[in-house]
Structure formats: C-alpha cells, structure tokens
C-alpha cells in the first residue's frame, strides 16, 4: 500500500512514520509513506500558500492553488486512477477502526492536512473523496489526525504486526473492548494476577478473557454492547453483571 501525506509541515510527519511499528512497517517496505510539501507546489515568489478569508474575521486560508496542484503530482491521469483523497477535519466524519480495515483494503490512499483557519472550499469540492475527523474537537493542524489514521491503517495491513490475534482481539476490532492484560511479576505490590492467567488452561483462559471483555465494555463503553454481535449466552451474561449491579 502506498500513503501520501499532504502538508505544510513535513518533518512533523517524518519523525512519526519513521518509529516504532509504522517504522517498521515502512523499512520493511510493507507500506510506503512518502510526506509532500504544499509549499513546494506554491507558484509565487515568497511560496505563499495561504491569504485572508474573504468575507473577513481572523486567520489566513490554505489557497487552492499549491493544493491542486501538488495532488496532481502524487499521479499520472492518463495511466493511474484518481488516489482515494482524504481530507483531515473536524467538519469529517467519526474515524473509527471500521474505517481504518476499510481504507487498508485500498491501494493508495492521500492525506490531506489543512492549517490555519482550514482549506479553500473550492478545492476541497474539486478533489477530495471524504473528509475525516480524529474527534469533536479541534487541533491546530491536520498532521496529529493524518498519523492517527496512517498508524491505524498500517496495523491492518498484512505482515504488519506479528500475527492477526495482535489485532482481531484489540479493543474496536469485533465491536468490544479488549480483556485487561497482565505481565510478570505475578505479584506485584500485593495485587496478584488472575489465577486462571497461570493455570495454562487455554480454554478458560479463552473463556476468562471473552467475559472479562463483555465486562470491561459493559462498564466502560456500554451504548458499544447495542452493535456488537454477542451469543445468547453472552447476552445472558451481560444481564446477570447489570442485575449483580442493580442488587448492590
Ligand atoms: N476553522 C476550522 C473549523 O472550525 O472547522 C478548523 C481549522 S483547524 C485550526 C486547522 C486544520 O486542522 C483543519 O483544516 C484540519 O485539517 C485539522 N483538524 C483540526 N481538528 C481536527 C480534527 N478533530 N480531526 C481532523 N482534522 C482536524
């Protein structure tokens, strides 16, 4: 898979891609990130890519120009297909891990990250394919949500991480937050680890985790448990915790 990022601030994204499990990802050549600088696109002689808002108020806007056509480089018309064009914003839909498996499954997929007061409309009509938020809030920049999403993604992809279970049994993935983890010691400032963890007992311990993860939903995120796809059983389950409640 191939992933462009559109940005006024590069080096920002550089650092990111190249660490950790993304890093990894990239050296491995299981993914490519390549970072472009709008400001490389800016036709003018200060490489201005920004001016003031018409109708007034505060900030600068990103021109459409440098946009335009710095995406126009990421693609050769007359042999490829249009990239799938992603515009980071707060005006976006909710990003969710759905979205992330979704646009893994893509070949090539372009980051567009706005600054200042946001991005000309006129260009965001004319190229984007949909707009994402990383939440309700707003941040200065769209590079922390465009490495939000590109880190998201390439944890789908294949090879990426050590093997499927690393993901399908994370919290998001089937609908349900993920079981509470322990590590060694044993016993560590007199709280012990569930003892069915020790006892190598691989279905219990299957058991264990499927209702601590029921629990931990039910208690942290349950308007999560009206979407996600339980048995009866587990259905049962989840009425008996809210009865232990109710009873307390
Ligand atoms: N004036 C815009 C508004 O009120 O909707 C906010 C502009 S924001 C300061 C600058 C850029 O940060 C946006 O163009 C967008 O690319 C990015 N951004 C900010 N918050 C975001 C969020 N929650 N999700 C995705 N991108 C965001």
Redesign the pocket.
Known sequence: MRIDILTLFPEMCEAVVSSSIIGRAVASKKVEIICTNIRDYANNKHNKVDDTPYGGGM?MV?SAEPIDTAFASLYNPETEEKPHLI??????KNFTQQKAVELSKKDRIVL????????DERVLEKIVDEE???????????EL?ALVVADAVCRMLPGVLADDVCFTEESHFSGLLEYPQYTKPAVWQDREVPQVLLSGHHANIEKWRREMSLKTTFEKRPELLNSAKLTATEIKYIDEIRQSKHDI
């Open positions: 900030g990103m515009y980071l914003s707060p005006k976006g567009l990250c706005g600054h200042y007061e946001g991005v994402i938020s990383i939440g309700d809030y707003v941040l200065t920049g769209g949500p």
